[in-house]
């Protein structure tokens, strides 16, 4: 098993262009998330999808958008992206949203 | 903002035990205490967590005192390997609570 895996895992992009980041597990988890990471801080929770078909917003969800393609894809999209999201990113998924939750190995996102 | 306080650092000699402590003074009866950790730049790792019994597996062991107003990880041998960004949370295990990280406690694992 893969566990979670996230693409791409370096991008650099400049002022106001789009992208989206993916994230796939191959847990047969319902819940997942989206985490940004700044340099000397802990974690901060994006958006989550607790079950296929849902979505709620985190802690910091402006200036992002999020899909929950099915069950094991969770994808984040940037539609123009600001310095201030230079960040690292992380998904993570759990079975169930009171569970463990395991991440992935990050994407690293410079916005120039 | 978390609801737990960590001391921003510590030290600790390989083959040591690691004991780090955390506060969450305003911890509510449905709360489980949860660690997680964080080794260099990759993505964080699930410990172990528990409610107000002390808990044990492989990695560590928790132990939390009968108010449950702080907690204490142990690495009973810690390793080079150990060290990382140890993060303690609190949250209900139940519904759509998400995990909610603080700046956690920087171990240093030191030969």
């Known amino acids: 098993n893969a566990g979670v895996t996230q693409t791409p895992k370096f991008q650099v992009l400049k002022t106001g262009q789009s992208m989206t980041l993916q994230c796939a597990q191959d847990?047969?988890?319902?819940?997942m998330y989206w985490y940004r990471q700044d340099p000397g801080m802990g974690l901060r929770l994006i958006y989550y999808?607790?079950?296929?078909?849902?979505?709620d917003k985190g802690e910091v969800p402006n200036g992002y958008n999020v899909s929950r393609l099915n069950k094991r894809e969770f994808s984040l999209r940037l539609e123009s992206a600001a310095p201030s999201q230079t960040s690292v990113y992380f998904c993570?998924?759990?079975?169930?949203?009171?569970?463990?939750?395991?991440f992935g190995p990050g994407t690293r996102l410079t916005v120039l | 903002d978390a609801k737990t306080t960590q001391p921003p650092s510590m030290d600790c000699a390989e083959g040591r035990a690691a004991n780090l402590p955390c506060n969450h003074s305003?911890?509510?009866?449905?709360?489980?205490v949860y660690w997680y950790r964080q080794i260099h730049s990759q993505g964080p790792q699930y410990i172990i967590h528990?409610?107000?019994n002390n808990e044990t597996n492989e990695m560590a062991s928790l132990i939390i005192t009968e108010d449950r107003k702080s907690s204490t990880l142990i690495l009973p041998h810690a390793t080079l390997r150990d060290t990382a960004v140890y993060y303690c949370?609190?949250?209900?295990?139940?519904?759509?609570?998400?995990?909610?990280f603080g700046k956690g406690t920087r171990l240093s694992v030191i030969a």
């Open positions: 305003t911890i509510s009866g449905n709360e489980y």
């Open positions: 528990g409610l107000k």
């Open positions: 993570a998924s759990s079975e169930r949203s009171y569970n463990e939750q395991f």
């Open positions: 847990m047969n988890h319902n819940s």
């Open positions: 949370i609190v949250r209900v295990a139940l519904g759509n609570t998400p995990l909610v």
């Open positions: 999808s607790a079950s296929e078909g849902t979505t």
